[in-house]
């Protein structure tokens, strides 16, 4: 277990009603990238945030934007925390901004 603290600035996402962080993002993309390149898969990977415009903020991010195959990242699951209750994944990655 590990944490990872970003210093990008949270915002409204595109529908108005949730929020995103592209630094946040970016980041998420970065270590699903070492994950692939370590050898684990994607069925092995799930990203966890409360918000829905960071959720599929990382979704496009990841697949426009990792350096690998984009069907690679189209695999991953990235839920909302209700929408990944009672499942598993051997690595999770928890996507959380706070606003100051």
Known sequence: MFFYQNLGQ????SSGTSF???TEASN????????????V???QIGVVTPYEGQRSYIVNYMQFNGS???????EIEVASVDA??????DYIILSVSMSP
């Open 84 to 89: 990944f209750q009672g499942r598993e994944k």
């Open 41 to 43: 898969v994607p069925n």
């Open 68 to 74: 690998l195959k984009k069907d690679l990242y189209k």
């Open 10 to 13: 949270e915002e409204i996402s």
């Open 20 to 22: 995103l962080n592209r």
């Open 28 to 39: 998420v993309e970065k270590i699903v990238t070492k994950f692939f390149k370590s050898g």
